[in-house]
T-cell receptor, first 114, second 111 residues
Framework: DVKVTQSSRYLVKRTGEKVFLECVQD?????MFWYRQDPGLGLRLIYFSYDVKMKEKGDIPEGYSVSREKKERFSLILESASTNQTSMYLC?????????????FGPGTRLTVT | DQQVKQNSPSLSVQEGRISILNCDYTNSMFDYFLWYKKYPAEGPTFLIS?????DKNEDGRFTVFLNKSAKHLSLHIVPSQPGDSAVYFCAAGSTLGRLYFGRGTQLTVWP
């Protein structure tokens, strides 16, 4: 079974802090994704990565950056946390190849910025 | 602009009855469609999928129907059970790799 783990289930940070969210997958997947989920807005893609050291902006990249130094690990960075970044953050991974579509999700990190 | 739309934010169904969740998409390049189920405080889990070359895929109580001409898909759950109560997300993808998700439908199955 694919396992995607996220470093924290719940996190509380102050406005202006730099925040790191870590995601690790154990299936040697090439592709990794960061989403945020907000009520009524569904899953919105922040950033994704097709390979180590590669990154692509998703639909809402503003205020975020990412790092992928190793294949199994994909980090989301909030450079200066703001209250509008309070959300559920979800990491996902999927295998390579153009015909593989299913993404596997981690349990999520509920981030509160005060 | 949203490429995948779930126009019903919520659906309430009695246990044992059929639940029908709907999804519309705009991009004709999508060639694969998926449904995910999400419980509170958990990540989404894959439920069922369908390729654009098919019009129906069935897995136990879950069936997904695809109408390409209408750019519409639906998820049927028969019979519905209280444990099916969750948020259901429709997603669509192409060979470009990323998925596009709808905003979700909260299904409540009551006894």
């Amino acid at each position: 079974d694919v396992k995607v783990t996220q470093s924290s289930r719940y996190l509380v940070k102050r406005t202006g802090e730099k925040v790191f969210l870590e995601c690790v997958q154990d299936m040697d997947h090439e592709n990794m994704f960061w989403y945020r989920q907000d009520p009524g807005l569904g899953l919105r893609l922040i950033y994704f990565s097709y390979d180590v050291k590669m990154k692509e902006k998703g639909d809402i990249p503003e205020g975020y950056s990412v790092s992928r130094e190793k294949k199994e690990r994909f980090s989301l960075i909030l450079e200066s946390a703001s209250t509008n970044q309070t959300s559920m953050y979800l990491c996902a991974s999927k295998g390579g190849g153009g015909r593989i579509y299913e993404q596997y999700f981690g349990p999520g990190t509920r981030l509160t910025v005060t | 602009d949203q490429q995948v739309k779930q126009n019903s934010p919520s659906l309430s169904v009695q246990e044992g009855r059929i639940s029908i969740l709907n999804c519309d998409y705009t991009n004709s390049m999508f060639d694969y469609f998926l449904w995910y189920k999400k419980y509170p405080a958990e990540g989404p889990t894959f439920l069922i999928s369908i390729s654009s070359i098919k019009d129906k895929n069935e897995d136990g109580r879950f069936t997904v129907f695809l109408n390409k001409s209408a750019k519409h898909l639906s998820l049927h759950i028969v019979p519905s059970q209280p444990g099916d109560s969750a948020v259901y997300f429709c997603a669509a993808g192409s060979t470009l790799g990323r998925l596009y998700f709808g905003r979700g439908t909260q299904l409540t199955v009551w006894p």
